[in-house]
């Protein structure tokens, strides 16, 4: 597995040994079956483990949560993070259908602190946005605003805005509030 060759590269076997604990040690470095592997419980003694060991790294070490999970990018930020699924689902256990076959963008199922793990590949750069108290707004080209309603599965109409004398539409739910955490991040 990558992330034992990255490890051992890194830290001798003694280091490891202390920073891991014997149990952990043993069942992660001697263990047949890369199921055993808790990437929560290393990133938990091994703080850099995310500037170490990349998505695509995770997806090759392990293939079982490919075939289980549809959302591959959230389960890695979610162990990553050092923590359980369990612990990420005890949150709100509704957004785990969706883990299995993928985000609905105008969802209300998922509670606020999970938006940091939630991976969610979209572009927004095209657009203007503004931010009201229950969705978001963007404002932009017609047919570019179409493409991203077809890829999000965005049930809401594209309108046109007077004031603004352009496109939009009104989005709401776990997209919208994605989009406002990411933008709030940033400033």
Not at 138 to 164: A, C, M, R, S, T
Request: glycine share 4%.
């Amino acid at each position: 597995m990558i992330i034992y060759d990255k490890l051992k590269e890194l830290y001798s076997s003694e280091e490891l040994k202390s920073k891991l604990g014997d149990y952990v040690y043993y069942y992660c470095f001697f263990s047949n079956n890369e199921e055993d592997v808790k990437l929560g419980k290393l990133a938990n003694s091994i703080p850099d483990l995310r500037n170490i060991y990349s998505f695509e790294e995770f997806v090759s070490d392990f293939p079982h949560f490919a075939l289980k999970y549809k959302e591959l990018k959230t389960i890695y930020n979610i162990l990553i993070s050092g923590k359980k699924l369990s612990e990420f689902l005890n949150l709100h256990r509704e957004i785990l259908k969706q883990l299995y076959y993928g985000f609905y963008s105008e969802s209300k199922s998922f509670v606020y602190e999970q938006l940091k793990y939630i991976s969610i590949d979209y572009d927004i750069s095209k657009f203007e946005y503004s931010f009201f108290k229950r969705h978001i707004e963007l404002y932009g080209d017609k047919n570019e605003l179409i493409k991203f309603k077809e890829k999000h599965k965005i049930d809401q109409k594209i309108l046109w805005e007077f004031q603004k004398e352009t496109w939009h539409i009104a989005i709401a739910g776990l997209l919208a509030e994605k989009i406002r955490c990411d933008k709030m991040k940033e400033k």
